[in-house]
Nanobody
Framework: VQLQASGGGLVQAGGSLRLSCAAS????????MGWFRQAPGKEREFVAA???????????RYADSVKERFTISRDNAKNTASLQMNDLKPEDTAVYYC?????????????????WGQGTQVTVSS
């Protein structure tokens, strides 16, 4: 499985960005796609994730810091996941990574995700 992330950029505080992650290869009928981020000098942290079971569904989980501002969604037909980020804050500045696993259990632990995309930079100016 290969993951291709896109959509990062520079935005002012209060603005919005939409990240996309396209998966190629056999992701399986059950799985999770998620987003993590890593700011300079900090550890990688969980942002949001969404699962699917038998190619449908979509339970979600969010980090407390992004609840009410970020929304993760998935297009099962296209095998993509998107992260809509609204009301962005300077502290959201980081490299955002798309990740996936072949298990429907959502986890905020990065080590359980087998597949990773390249990072995409999100910079929020104050």
């Amino acid at each position: 499985v290969q993951l291709q992330a896109s959509g990062g950029g520079l935005v002012q505080a209060g603005g919005s960005l939409r990240l996309s992650c396209a998966a190629s290869g056999r992701t399986g009928s059950n799985g999770v796609m998620g987003w993590f981020r890593q700011a300079p000098g900090k550890e990688r942290e969980f942002v949001a994730a969404i699962n699917w079971i038998n190619w449908s569904g979509g339970s979600t989980r969010y980090a407390d810091s992004v609840k009410e501002r970020f929304t993760i969604s998935r297009d099962n037909a296209k095998n993509t996941a998107s992260l809509q980020m609204n009301d962005l804050k300077p502290e959201d500045t980081a490299v955002y990574y798309c990740a996936a696993r072949n298990n429907y259990m959502i986890s905020s632990t990065s080590s359980v995700y087998r597949y990773w995309g390249q990072g995409t930079q999100v910079t929020v100016s104050s």
